[in-house]
């Protein structure tokens, strides 16, 4: 088995929040279950990549006070300038694109050594203090926001991903002001699109969505 896209045949459908909420919780179910699955997830070969890295933040969006309940909301596989689709109850569109900076090949790698030895490495076994590592995160997020703003993106919100967890909340450290100076510094950032948030994932539950999505313009 090489990937498992026929879990997420039916990935690029319409969706009410409240089913936006118990399809992730069936798939989630579905592949923790299944040694294979939760194998090939690490790995994110085939469509488990767009479920975690796109429909997962567009399901954390879906459950947020920017988006009412009767909404419905899809993400689009392709390259048309944007990953989803949000119909409001009013019948108005919202388009989105989401976007984050990770450390693809870091994280391939290490899902490999997860996969074979049932461990994978330390993410800093380097020297460097966490004084010294937040920085340079700091400045390669900034740096894919601002490839971002050099794109005319007119009709489409963006939704800015980032995670924070293994800078901070891993030990224990509230990553609030790291956020508030991102949330300042994109806020000076020109762009052509409609709307701007910030979507932080620290670990915290969807029930505090609200508290890690931001509207910045």
Same mark, same amino acid.
């Given at each position: 088995?090489?990937?498992?896209?026929?879990?997420?045949?039916?990935?690029?459908?319409?969706?009410? $929040?409240?089913?936006?909420?118990?399809?992730?919780?069936?798939?989630?179910?579905?592949?923790?279950?299944?040694?294979?699955?939760?194998?090939?997830?690490?790995? !994110?070969?085939?469509?488990?990549?767009?479920?975690?890295?796109?429909?997962? $933040?567009?399901?954390?969006?879906?459950?947020?006070?920017?988006?009412?309940?009767?909404?419905?909301?899809?993400?689009?596989?392709?390259?048309?300038?944007?990953?989803?689709?949000?119909?409001?109850?009013?019948?108005?569109?919202?388009?989105?694109?989401?976007?984050?900076?990770?450390?693809?090949?870091?994280?391939?790698?290490?899902? !490999?050594?997860?996969?074979?030895?049932?461990?994978?490495?330390?993410?800093?076994?380097?020297?460097? #203090?966490?004084?010294?590592?937040? $920085?340079?995160?700091?400045?390669?997020?900034?740096?894919?926001?601002? !490839?971002?703003?050099?794109?005319?993106?007119?009709?489409?919100?963006?939704?800015?991903?980032?995670?924070?967890?293994?800078?901070?909340?891993?030990?224990?450290?509230? #990553?609030?002001?790291?956020? *508030? !100076?991102?949330?300042?510094?994109?806020?000076?950032?020109?762009?052509?699109?409609?709307?701007?948030?910030?979507?932080?994932? *620290?670990?915290?539950?969807?029930?505090?969505?609200?508290?890690?999505?931001?509207?910045?313009?």
């Amino acid at each position: 088995m090489k990937n498992i896209n026929h879990l997420f045949n039916d990935l690029e459908e319409y969706r009410t $929040p409240l089913e936006m909420k118990r399809y992730f919780e069936e798939k989630k179910q579905n592949i923790n279950k299944n040694n294979e699955y939760v194998k090939l997830a690490r790995l !994110k070969k085939g469509l488990i990549k767009e479920f975690l890295e796109e429909f997962y $933040p567009l399901y954390l969006f879906s459950q947020s006070k920017y988006c009412d309940v009767n909404s419905k909301c899809k993400i689009i596989l392709g390259n048309q300038g944007y990953d989803g689709s949000i119909i409001h109850q009013d019948g108005t569109e919202k388009m989105i694109e989401i976007t984050s900076y990770m450390d693809g090949k870091w994280e391939f790698e290490d899902a !490999k050594r997860l996969n074979l030895r049932g461990y994978g490495d330390i993410r800093f076994n380097d020297n460097n #203090s966490l004084d010294d590592r937040t $920085p340079v995160y700091f400045s390669k997020i900034v740096e894919n926001i601002k !490839k971002k703003s050099q794109k005319n993106y007119s009709g489409v919100c963006i939704l800015f991903v980032v995670n924070t967890f293994d800078y901070f909340e891993i030990y224990d450290n509230s #990553s609030q002001e790291f956020v *508030n !100076k991102l949330i300042k510094e994109i806020a000076k950032i020109e762009f052509i699109a409609d709307e701007i948030y910030l979507l932080v994932l *620290n670990e915290q539950g969807v029930s505090q969505i609200d508290e890690n999505l931001y509207l910045i313009k």
